[in-house]
């Protein structure tokens, strides 16, 4: 069944949370508007910018290597830049056929952590490791994509991703930072880990003593979730009322189309919105898995070239937003 959770609907796309017991202390007074604000954008005002698109990928298994191959086929007939996400262990297994594969300057290499251990407790993926197996998963996550690349790895997508980044989390940002990290990519979630993942701004860690460190978070669904790949069937991942009710397909995804048309809407908002950049979550085994000749590809990345989407990778948008004023 689905999940409820209350919330409270803000500015455009974005959500500020209430707890139960809050909505129904705000109801009793007569209204919800004690709920929470989100984060405010970092990343420079309306009209400085237009939006940037960042095809991601996190590489993670076995089965990545082969839908890989495919993947590049489409994003050097289309000329897209993208970011692998790629887990130590997942490159380790394969280094060379990796290296030939993706050591090409249209291709951002990031790491994905070592082994996808949870550095912070996620509601569906499990509790954070030990602060020594949280060190691990940092530092050799970084060590081995530079190994096998032989050029710098500056940032960090961890395994699952969070409804609240990595905000509070001192131990694990300070982790990241230390490994030399420019940008952690950790917002892969709606409120109370709701899907979709809303469209939300770059912002930096200053409230958590980190301004150099950014957060640079995805957006949409984790894909292998529209198509039921993970078997978790219809359970506790959308809000309601729902913040972005278009974005919620009235049942898995059957055909590369239906797909696309869900992309379709994330990439529309963010260039109606300005939004600084967006980016969908991807995951190489579950697009080969429901789309081996990767039509839902070739469709997006042709409505992001139409929609004069800028393409780039997220190493490029860190640099674009970091150097901005203020």
């Known amino acids: 069944m689905l999940y409820f959770s209350w919330t409270h609907e803000r500015q455009g796309n974005e959500v500020h949370r209430i707890s139960r017991r ?4 705000a109801a009793i007074a007569g209204g919800v508007a004690a709920s929470l604000p989100t984060e405010p954008s970092q990343a420079g005002g309306a009209g400085q910018r237009k939006t940037r698109y960042i095809a991601a990928y996190d590489t993670e298994s076995v089965g990545c290597l082969a839908a890989c191959r495919r993947i ?11 970011t692998f996400f790629i887990l130590g262990r997942t490159l380790d297994a394969n280094p060379a056929e990796y290296r030939k594969l993706l050591d090409d300057p249209l291709f951002e290499i990031a790491s994905h952590t070592y082994s996808h251990q949870m550095l912070r407790d996620n509601e569906f993926c499990g509790s954070a490791v030990s ?10 996550g970084k060590e081995t994509v ?3 690349f032989e050029r710098p790895c500056v940032g960090i997508r961890p395994g699952c991703g969070f409804d609240n980044a990595l905000r509070g989390d001192g131990e694990v940002l300070g982790l990241i930072r230390e490994a030399g990290f420019k940008y952690v990519s950790s917002l892969l979630w709606g409120p109370d880990y709701s899907m979709p993942a809303l469209l939300r701004e770059p912002f930096n860690y200053a409230a958590d003593g980190f ?17 039921n790949h993970n078997g978790w069937g219809a359970k506790r991942l959308t809000l309601w009322p729902a913040p972005f009710p278009e974005a919620i397909p009235r ?6 189309t239906d797909e696309f048309e869900v992309n379709r809407i994330f990439l529309d908002r963010a260039g109606e919105t300005e939004t600084t950049f967006v980016s969908l979550i991807w995951h190489p085994w579950s697009l080969v898995k429901f789309d081996p000749e990767m039509k839902m590809l ?12 800028i393409p780039c990778t ?4 860190h640099e674009h937003v970091s150097a901005l004023p203020g």
């Not at 809050?22 to 202390?25: D, H, N």
């Not at 590049?72 to 993208?82: G, I, L, N, R, Y």
């Not at 602060?131 to 050799?140: S, V, Y």
């Not at 997220?314 to 948008?317: G, N, R, S, T």
Request: a negative charge; glycine letters at 4%; charged letters at 25%.
């Open 211 to 227: 301004a150099n460190l950014w957060e640079l978070p995805g957006h949409g669904w984790h894909e292998n979730l529209l198509k």
């Open 251 to 256: 049942s898995f995804c059957k055909t590369p």
């Open 314 to 317: 997220y190493a490029q948008l």
């Open 22 to 25: 809050g909505f129904i202390s």
């Open 72 to 82: 590049v086929e489409v994003h050097k007939q289309f000329e897209m830049p993208a």
């Open 298 to 309: 070739e469709l997006t990345f042709a409505h992001a070239r139409a929609s004069e989407l």
């Open 131 to 140: 602060a020594d197996q949280k060190r691990m998963e940092i530092f050799k």
């Open 146 to 148: 530079e190994r096998v």
